[in-house]
């Protein structure tokens, strides 16, 4: 990934910034399409390097702009056209092409009611009691947990 300093990229903070990584998820972030495929294609020549394969299927992409229309991109890898997404999770969070995060906001929002709702569920059949022992329980496991 060190071929990949120096090629165009967003500015942020004054920083020149072409791609995010964390373990084996890599986002490619160019202004343009031309600059996305150049990026592309250093990724997958330097992949193949190291005996590697970009999995065609798994990699996909996504326009950010305020504007109403999305543009249409052609990025390929090895002659096929990439996918082109509305949002993808990354990392546990949903990014949306608009680059406003309505839907992770309302995704967590529901997630919180199903555990709410589970909750109030499995409180309906235990005791007061029960759930003092329950809560004593998680504590003493917790704690046992980050002791070790």
Do not use: C, W
Not at 107 to 125: E, N
Request: aromatic fraction near 4%.
């Amino acid at each position: 990934m060190r071929n990949l300093e120096g090629h165009p990229g967003i500015k942020i903070g004054g920083s020149n910034i072409n791609n995010l990584r964390y373990a084996d998820d890599t986002v490619l972030i160019a202004e343009n399409e031309k600059d996305l495929q150049q990026l592309l294609d250093i990724v997958k020549e330097e992949s193949e390097k190291k005996g590697l394969e970009l999995n065609r299927k798994k990699t996909e992409v996504m326009v950010v702009s305020r504007k109403q229309e999305l543009p249409i991109i052609n990025i390929y890898i090895k002659g096929t056209r990439l996918k082109q997404k509305d949002q993808f999770k990354y990392l546990g969070s949903l990014i949306s092409s608009d680059g406003r995060n309505n839907s992770e906001v309302a995704s967590r929002i529901a997630q919180a009611k199903t555990i709410r709702y589970l909750i109030y569920k499995r409180r309906k059949r235990m005791s007061s009691i029960s759930i003092e022992q329950q809560l004593a329980k998680m504590i003493k496991n917790t704690l046992s947990i980050n002791s070790q």
